[in-house]
């Protein structure tokens, strides 16, 4: 069964990091590119950060360039995204999603709150 699971998100205060994991279960992250999504209240869904299926490739938007960085272990069949200088509109519900050119697979998401 496939199955993409992020974790931790949490409150954090501005200025601070957090690491988000995406654990893969039911098949390889390295067979599949991956992205990182958020979506805040009343916003549409972005995407934040994307890694190819070799992970010599990663691509950010512009707002998070410099403060985010999406790294994969193939070992531990996971992708995180680790975020530093946190700003209040970095707050939202952060989703990984794994595709290629046959299927796409999502996670449930994890919340950051970034307030002091």
């Known amino acids: 069964q496939v199955r993409l699971v992020e974790s931790g998100g949490g409150l954090v205060q501005p200025g601070g990091s957090l690491r988000l994991s995406c654990a893969a279960s039911?098949?390889?992250?390295?067979?599949?590119?991956m992205n990182w999504y958020r979506q805040a209240p009343g916003k549409e869904r972005e995407l934040v950060a994307g890694?190819?299926?070799?992970?010599?490739?990663?691509t950010y938007i512009e707002r998070v360039k410099g403060r985010f960085t999406i790294s994969g272990d193939n070992a531990k069949n996971t992708v995180y995204l680790q975020m530093n200088s946190l700003k209040p509109e970095d707050t939202a519900v952060y989703h990984c999603?794994?595709?290629?050119?046959?299927?796409?697979?999502w996670g449930q998401g994890t919340q950051v709150t970034v307030s002091s």
């Open positions: 039911g098949f390889m992250i390295s067979s599949y590119a």
């Open positions: 890694i190819n299926r070799t992970g010599g490739s990663t």
């Open positions: 999603k794994a595709f290629d050119v046959a299927a796409a697979y």
